[in-house]
């Protein structure tokens, strides 16, 4: 045993390094490459990920592996979580067959154009036979990964959020079905036009530095990272040292700067708070999506769209922009921010009606799973069940079940994480309230206290425990769909 | 030999794929990353330099280079020449003893920062052990890798531009002696002030608006490539297809972006047109130091500081900044970019004395190497000749010896190249000028025909033969320094 730790925290390093490849490059073709470039660098990739391959099925490493998971009773907590995560992986990796691996590799390379072309002329034919592999191809990874305690659509949502199953789901997402959606028709049945200065034009110079005083206020520690620009904001992350956010600006849509700045800032804290042990090793970073998204949407939803943030910070943003908001009371300005309204687009949702649109994918990918829907009824299917819960009927396909790209990618599984993200930042929320007055806090014009808190309960795990765990560690229980759905009924019942 | 072919062209697609992370870390390191993630991330790079160094000694992959040796006539001109150098190379590094360059790459490390205290505090005695040191190791260099025709300071010299000997270098320099230390002592005898309006404030934003201006007048592909910002100016390429330049920017020095966008275009228009075939082999890129800044050198001051160009482009500059430059005609502009002083630092001396600076490190480099001056008499021994060249003593170490870093580095042999960039470009402006009229074609607004020159003549080539190999098929001729002294006596006796 004490060879195979040896051998195991020896080639780790190597993995390490290679995650650092992987973390700079990926960061480069989505920043600085230029275009031609990064077709001439996909070469190189190739040659990468085979090397990433022969690291990560290195026969002395998988018994190394093995050996450690027997004995795991005597590794500290961190080690521990950290080879049985790789134990599980290891052998999930060796029950699909190499052949059927290889071919859906193939077969996502090549629907991705396709559903690009599919969603752009509105014509989900093309996509359909591609789909129909896709879904074939990962209802079998269902059968393949099975164990007695995980099962069908369970082995595809355990990928993305380990240890939530559709039994917990289903809890979730029925509480939002039979509270949130009649609550939903309620409130959107009249809603206000937009004013005039949320679509007036805004500096994107200024944009950026507003941005910039963002990310001070939420104490983002500069030394340790960077923010540039991409088309879509992302974060990405190297340990706790090297934490890197994106961010988009629109002449004529200065929101979706400082909404996406605040989202990014927060994954951008759950990376740079991590313990600082936990670098070097396998077990740093965001526990699963879910948790890592809790943190973004608690940021730009509970105190990002809260009147005792901007209560501070919105007489900044009115220098900034003195023209288009010095006639803007700030009520106006909550109003706007807060402004529910049904929408076709999940990913242009607000903050009330977000999770009914990931409602329907799980839904949807339910069915598909268990072959009670089939992939070319899906259109008819999406529009009848969208207009059941929005009471709008999307016009398309485009703005409906080709909206997403991540089928095409093969990810079923993904999406409930989203609501669950949004779900779990409610019940943060109300657990942290017990413990101070987190608007109050926020009149010392930063998010320091919240940080804090957070570190603490959250953050400094890094990935070296399930979710769940952290959930439970967090707040003395297991996720609870309610606190979401009372949290946006009484913020959206004023 | 088929055997050892077929192992050389896979193992080298790792060696390729490996040299495409260290240009993007590099690049990374260089321009995006943070202060303190630099820091964080040089853990890794120990193990990726590593796994360099593995598929460098990789037995196999010797082994099929001593074959293909062997059966080098055998092989294709460009496959060649690369397993030529790679030969050369791994034999190299297998005379000198592991110990010894362990301890060398450590000595290096440790000197570097003392080198960069002694500069700032101006102490020479603090450096002084470390440079001893240095001098030592690559004394003993010069005796492991020596052959029956190379020996001595050669060794050094020929690592930085294959196959340029004392030999030339002593004619290059002494020809610099003769013929140029007189005539800058006559021209720099009485100098103009410089004039207000070169100091006055220019718009950071504006500069760089007219530097990516300057990037379309020299057919920069934008495509494959991108300008950023970083402190030190430089190029950076990987294949033909993506290649990287920086500038900085100073408000009350204009002229420095300028001419460092010039620069450094040259560099990028050398990475951009070698032929393409050479993308993924190991003869790809510039072929050699020299013959890359000669490339720099002719675009920044052939080019860049000839009225032909300016004629031109300065009113579009006049548009760029009509208060600072409206009423500055295009002679004094032509006057103050061509201002020749004596000064005491290498790298901000002007066109006509840059080399005189080079001329003293070499001198010095060859009486250390030979033993004939030692580290302990240097800087007295700077001061005295730094005064007979340029009638002016440097007050202080800092501003005389201790200026550059390349000796901390161990860099014994590198400085020659950037004086036998600036005399190459002048050869290759005599014969340019043989087959079409320079400054005829860059009233067309851009450097199109001179680029379509030096790709035929340079570029095509990358690094798929020695410099001189290539000057020659170039020019009909070797190296040649009286060009370059006519060529400058020409324009400074205007």
Partial sequence: MKQA???YLE?????????????VISWDMQTDAAENSVVADSEQMGVLSQYDYELATNPQFEQ??????????????????EIEVMYKNISDTKKIPMEEYAAFSELTSKAYPIYVRAKRENNFELFRPYLEKI????????VWLATDT?????VLLDMYEPRYTQAKYDKFFNTLKERLVPFVAQVTANVEPVPAWATAKYDVNKQKEFCEYLRDVMCFDKSRGIMKESEHPFTSGFGTDDVRITNHYHEDNFISSIFSAIHECGHATYEQNCDKSLNGTLS???????????????YENVIGRSEAFWAVHYPVLQQYFPEQLGQVSLSEFMAYVNRAERSFVRTEADELTYALHVMLRYEIEQKLMDG????????????EKFTEYFGITPPDDTLGVLQDVHWAYGNFGYFPTYALGSAIASQLYHHMSKDFDVEQSL?????????????????????????DEILRLATGEDFDANYYVDYLIAKYSK
């Fill in 135 to 142: 879904v074939e191809f990962c209802k079998k990874q269902t």
């Fill in 284 to 298: 740093g970073g965001g526990a699963s999506l879910g948790l890592h998204e809790s943190q973004s949407r608690f």
């Fill in 372 to 383: 009670s829907l089939a992939v070319a009824d899906l259109p008819t299917y999406w529009k």
């Fill in 5 to 7: 730790l040896e051998f």
């Fill in 443 to 467: 009149a010392s014009g930063t998010t320091k206290q919240v940080n804090v808190w957070l570190t603490e309960k959250i953050h400094k795990y890094g990935s070296s425990k399930y979710p």
């Fill in 11 to 23: 080639h780790r390093k190597k993995i390490v390094a290679q995650n650092y490849v992987n973390f």
């Fill in 150 to 154: 995980v099962k069908g659509y369970d």
């Fill in 64 to 81: 190394a592996v093995a050996t450690l998971y027997q004995h795991r009773d005597e590794l500290d907590d961190v080690l521990a979580h």
